[in-house]
């Protein structure tokens, strides 16, 4: 992409995201087989010389069962990316519900993933309209829902792209938040 930019001065750019502005030797293409790079949070296909971003725009809502393993939660949330086409690389950060803040499996799937989790309680929850509610998930925690409603709440967006997918031990949804492409501001 930098040779691109030095020899044919600009670069086109495809964005699933927003564009305010861009720098002048930047413009921006509507087709992605046009461009020399894309910025998606999405896995493509796309054309083989273009330059991939994944802006770190997406919130994945986990509910799990006490005990839920590390592997448990990476296999679920690799199989909701894969099932959506989503990039992994795009997880902006993880969100659940605050009894599960001391749970081993999703701290340690955090940890190495470098991802941070945002806790709400079951009061934060339950504040979200519209998702159906888990009678499982009620008994135990007092939430009608987890992976949902936390995704959504941490992304402070209203844009739930995969709805809750469930495993043995695992619940995930993922969020998208808001984002937007803009040149950087000039230097002073």
Same mark, same amino acid.
């Given at each position: ?65 006490? +005990? !839920? ?5 990476? #296999? *679920? &949330?690799?199989?909701?990316? $894969?099932?959506?086409?989503?990039? =992994? ?52 925690? +007092? !939430? ?5 409603? #936390? *995704? &959504?709440?941490?992304?402070? $967006?209203?844009?739930?792209?995969? =709805? ?25």
């Amino acid at each position: 992409a930098s040779a691109r930019l030095v020899n044919h001065g600009q670069l086109r750019i495809f964005s699933e995201v927003p564009v305010v502005s861009l720098p002048m030797d930047f413009m921006a293409t509507p087709e992605p087989a046009t461009a020399d790079c894309i910025v998606s949070h999405r896995l493509g296909p796309w054309p083989d010389t273009a330059l991939i971003l994944h802006p770190r725009r997406l919130v994945a809502g986990i509910g799990c069962n006490r +005990g !839920a393993s590390r592997d448990q939660i990476a #296999a *679920a &949330l690799a199989k909701a990316c $894969a099932c959506h086409g989503l990039a =992994r690389s795009a997880i902006r950060n993880l969100a659940s519900i605050d009894v599960k803040q001391d749970e081993a499996g999703l701290i340690a799937f955090a940890e190495g993933m470098g991802l941070s989790i945002v806790f709400y309680s079951k009061d934060q929850l339950n504040s979200v309209a519209g998702l159906s509610p888990s009678e499982a998930v009620l008994r135990a925690t +007092g !939430a009608q829902g987890v992976a949902e409603p #936390a *995704a &959504l709440l941490s992304s402070a $967006a209203n844009n739930l792209i995969v =709805r809750k997918m469930k495993w043995k031990d695992v619940t995930i949804a993922i969020a998208e938040a808001p984002c937007t492409l803009t040149a950087p501001a000039p230097a002073a």
